[in-house]
């Protein structure tokens, strides 16, 4: 069970990213993942998490109208897209899968099982 989060990065405010995170196969098929991130001297904060089939989607307050999740089963990829992204978005960002078996997505840290190592988002003024 390996969870791999990329496409971090640096980028100007106002700009745009897109994260990556591959799962294996028996994680992606059935269990909702979400992304979650970190700043420094913060505590970890749920960014969005979407359910197995897609049509489950949560995004948090701070991010809902520039962020979009996304999942492609086929490929075992998860997309966080990130757009007009400010300074206040510079984080680790990581993604988390929950046990196979639990399939509502859920905005609480303690819920996710797996988690893969986090990318980092700087985002400059």
């Known amino acids: 069970v390996q969870l791999q989060a990329s496409g971090g990065g640096l980028v100007q405010a106002g700009g745009s990213l897109r994260l990556s995170c591959a799962a294996s196969g028996r994680i992606m098929s059935n269990s909702p993942v979400g992304w979650f991130r970190q700043a420094p001297g913060k505590e970890r904060e749920f960014v969005a998490t979407i359910n197995g089939n897609g049509y489950m989607i949560y995004y948090a307050d701070s991010v809902k109208g520039r962020f979009t999740i996304s999942r492609d089963n086929a490929a075992n990829t998860i997309y966080l897209q990130m757009n007009n992204l400010s300074p206040e978005d510079t984080a680790i960002y990581y993604c988390?899968?929950?046990?196979?078996?639990?399939?509502?997505?859920?905005?609480?840290?303690?819920?996710?099982?797996?988690w893969g190592q986090g990318t980092q988002v700087t985002v400059s003024s």
């Open positions: 988390a899968a929950r046990f196979p078996g639990n399939v509502v997505p859920s905005r609480q840290i303690s819920d996710y099982a797996y």
